[in-house]
């Protein structure tokens, strides 16, 4: 089974139904085959930004993070060794919340589902199309 460490707004579009997702990743997230990891930095933001009112989201976290389990999606929390693995990277993006995912996507090894082109910078896989 191939693992994927899902970003923030991959996460919140494939919730969402937003047709922003591509339709190829959307399948790929949907793939019985396909096991969709978020980190709680992913959590932690959506929670954080729809606190400040900078983050609109058409349900409540606690919502969201069920019907998330529901969906198969397996949550990855965040562990001494990542932290490691983060303060080794080079300061190029300057989001604590992706870096932290960066740092995860590197130490478990996952390519990591996101928009953002930045995280090329980085030894990881990313996949959008």
Not at 36 to 60: F, H, Q, V
Not at 91 to 116: G, K, W, Y
């Amino acid at each position: 089974m191939k693992k994927l460490l899902i970003d923030t707004q991959s996460f919140i579009w494939f919730m969402e139904g937003n047709t922003y997702l591509p339709t190829v990743i959307r399948t790929l997230m949907s793939d019985s085959l396909c096991q969709c990891t978020i980190s709680m930095a992913c959590l932690w933001e959506i929670t954080i930004k729809a606190s400040l009112s900078k983050l609109a989201i058409s349900t409540d976290i606690a919502t969201m993070i069920n019907d998330a389990q529901k969906n198969g999606f397996e949550l990855l929390a965040i562990e001494p060794v990542h932290l490691v693995t983060l303060s080794t990277l080079e300061l190029i993006h300057r989001d604590p919340f992706d870096r932290i995912m960066i740092a995860q996507a590197i130490t478990e090894d996952m390519p990591i589902v996101t928009s953002d082109n930045v995280f090329e910078q980085y030894p990881v896989k990313r996949l959008w199309k």
